[in-house]
C-alpha cells in the first residue's frame, strides 16, 4: 500500500485531541458522571489521552475503561484472523453515567454497533456518546459521532492508518492507498 | 510469553499432543478474555449465536459436562446434552449411528467424552464440517483439563517455563497425566512423575519426564504438586495392598508439604478421594487450587469453543 497524504502528524494529533477533550467536558457541563471507554485497540490510548487533557483542565481525574468488542461482532465467521480475545474493563458500574466511547476511525459504524451490545451488558448508562479521532464518511449503519478530532472524505478502496506512540512508536495519521 | 499465533491449524482439538506452544498460547491468551465474561453482571457473550453444540458423554462426567455447557451457554450457543444411560446406545446403537444421526440434525461443534481411546478422531475424520471437542477418551486425553491445569499455574506462577512440576498418583490410567506432560513439555515446564510401580507405565521417561519413586522426592523443590485420582473403576482390581497403605505411601498431608517450595500450589483433576491420594487438610488448605481449576475452567473451555467454532469456522471460507 502507498501514503496517499499524511492526515496529522504528532503536534496536530495532540491538538485535535486537546480540542475533542475540550469539547466532552463542554458538552457534558463538566465531568460529573462521566467516564472515557475507549475501544481496543487504538481507541485505549486516544481515551487515556483524552482522559488526561480533561483532568489538567478540571483539575480532577476522570474514570477510564476498556472495552473489547471482539465477541460481539456481526463478522466474526467472515473475517480470519480474529484479533485475541481481551478482558473487557470497566472502573466502576456504568450505571447511570455519560459513557463516551472512544475509536481511532469512524467508518461503516459496525464496531460501534457492536460496542453499544457490549456496553449494554454492563448496564444502563444514561447517555452514551461517540468520539472519534477521524471520521472518515462510508455508514452502512444509522450511527454519527458526537466528537469528532478531523473529517475525511474517502473513497472506499483507501485505509485510514492510525498510528498511536503507545502502540505504534510515534503519531501520526495517514491516508494510504490499496 | 505471548501468543504470535492467531487461529488454530485444525477445526477440531482432539489432544494436545497435536498442538504446537504457539497454539496453546493462543488458547491460553484467549481464556484470560474470557475470564472476565464470567465476571459481568451478564454473563453472556453473543459469540456462538446461533450455533449448534452438542455434548455427546458416553461416559460419566459431572464437572467437564457442566463445565463445558456453562462455557457454551455463556457464548450463547445452543446446547444438547446426549448421555449414553436412556439412550438408544442401550438398545445396541453403534457410536457411528448414534453419530450420525446427531450429525443429520446440523451441529456445529460436538463436545465428546468415549471411554475407547481415539473415538473423537474417528468422529472428527468422518464429519468434516463439524469440529470435535475431546473430552476424554479412555485413558489417551483430556486437552481442556491440561489447558484449564496450565491456565491456573500460569496465572499463579506468571510463567509455565522452567516450572517444576510434580505429577502423583495413578499415571497409569490416567488421561489427564498425558495431556498434561504433552502440555507442560511443549511449554517447557519440568515434570516429574511419582507412583506406585504397578501405577506407572514402563518407560514413560521417553516423554521427557523424570520419574521418582517416592512421593517425597516428588515434593522436593516442587512448585506444582498435582495430585490424581486413584481410577478405582478404570483398575477393576486394586494395583497396591490397600487404600489405607497408598494413603500412607502416596498420600498428600500437611506434613509431607512441607518439604516443597514456598508459595507450592497443590492441584487436583477432581473428582477427589479424601483420605486416599489427598487429605482434606490439604485439598482444603491454603496451598490449594483446586476450586480456581473449576472456575478457570470455564474460561478455558469458552477460549478452545471461541476459537473453533467462532473464530475458525471462517478461516476455511
Known amino acids: 500500500m502507498n501514503v496517499k497524504k499524511r492526515l496529522l502528524d504528532g503536534s496536530r494529533m495532540v491538538r485535535a485531541i486537546r480540542r475533542m477533550a475540550i469539547e466532552i467536558v463542554e458538552r457534558n457541563r463538566g ?56 478482558p473487557t474493563k470497566l472502573p466502576e458500574s456504568i450505571e447511570q453515567k455519560v459513557i463516551v466511547l472512544v475509536d481511532d476511525v469512524l467508518y461503516t459504524g459496525r464496531t460501534v454497533r457492536a460496542a453499544l451490545d457490549a456496553l449494554v451488558d454492563f448496564g444502563r448508562p444514561r447517555q452514551v456518546m461517540l468520539a472519534v479521532l477521524i471520521d472518515r464518511g462510508h455508514r452502512e449503519l444509522p450511527i454519527h459521532a458526537d466528537v469528532i478530532g478531523k473529517t475525511v472524505p474517502t473513497d472506499a478502496h483507501e485505509v485510514i492508518k492510525v498510528k498511536m506512540a503507545e502502540l505504534d512508536g510515534d503519531d501520526e495519521v495517514l491516508i494510504m492507498e490499496k | 510469553m505471548r501468543t504470535t499465533a492467531s487461529s488454530l491449524k485444525s477445526k477440531d482439538l482432539l489432544g494436545i499432543e497435536p498442538l504446537t506452544p504457539d497454539e496453546i498460547s493462543l488458547i491460553l491468551d484467549t481464556a484470560e478474555g474470557f475470564k472476565e465474561v464470567s465476571e459481568r453482571p451478564v454473563k453472556k457473550v453473543p459469540a456462538l449465536r446461533g450455533q449448534l453444540v452438542i455434548n455427546l458423554f458416553m461416559e460419566a462426567s459431572t464437572r467437564t459436562r457442566v463445565s463445558f455447557e456453562i462455557a457454551e451457554k455463556r457464548l450463547s450457543a445452543d446446547t444438547l446434552n446426549f448421555s449414553a444411560s436412556g439412550s438408544a446406545v442401550e438398545k445396541g446403537e453403534t457410536l457411528i449411528d448414534t453419530a450420525e444421526n446427531l450429525v443429520a440434525m446440523r451441529p456445529n461443534m460436538i463436545v465428546m467424552r468415549h471411554k475407547h481411546p481415539g473415538s473423537p478422531k474417528m468422529l472428527a475424520e468422518r464429519f468434516e464440517n463439524i469440529s470435535v471437542i475431546n473430552a476424554g477418551d479412555g485413558a489417551h486425553e483430556h486437552p481442556t483439563q491440561a489447558l484449564l491445569d496450565a491456565f491456573t499455574i500460569r496465572e499463579r506462577l506468571g510463567r509455565l517455563q522452567g516450572v517444576n512440576v510434580s505429577i502423583i498418583g495413578d499415571i497409569k490410567y490416567s488421561r489427564v497425566v498425558r495431556s498434561n506432560i504433552h502440555l507442560l513439555t511443549k511449554m517447557k515446564a519440568n515434570v516429574t512423575l511419582a507412583a506406585p510401580p504397578s501405577l506407572m507405565p514402563v518407560e514413560i521417561e521417553k516423554m521427557g519426564v523424570r520419574v521418582v519413586h517416592s512421593l517425597d522426592e516428588a515434593i522436593e523443590g516442587a512448585d506444582v504438586i498435582m495430585m490424581l485420582r486413584i481410577q478405582l473403576e478404570r483398575q477393576g482390581k486394586l494395583s497396591f495392598p490397600s487404600l489405607r497403605e497408598y494413603y500412607n505411601t502416596f498420600g498428600l498431608t500437611p506434613e509431607r508439604l512441607r518439604r516443597a517450595r514456598e508459595g507450592v500450589i497443590v492441584m487436583h483433576p477432581g473428582p477427589m478421594n479424601r483420605g486416599v491420594e489427598i487429605a482434606s487438610d490439604v485439598a482444603d488448605g491454603p496451598w490449594s487450587v483446586i476450586l480456581e481449576q473449576v472456575t478457570n475452567g470455564v474460561a478455558v473451555r469458552m477460549a478452545v469453543l471461541y476459537l473453533l467454532g467462532g473464530a475458525h469456522s471462517g478461516a476455511n471460507e
Open chain 1, 31 to 86: 465531568i460529573d458522571d462521566l467516564m472515557i471507554v475507549g475501544i481496543r485497540s487504538r481507541g485505549v490510548p486516544i481515551a487515556e489521552r483524552i482522559a488526561k487533557e480533561i483532568e489538567q483542565m478540571e483539575g480532577q481525574p476522570v474514570a477510564t475503561g476498556i472495552l473489547d468488542i471482539t465477541l460481539y461482532r456481526d463478522d466474526l465467521t467472515l473475517v480470519a484472523p480474529q484479533p485475541v480475545v481481551k
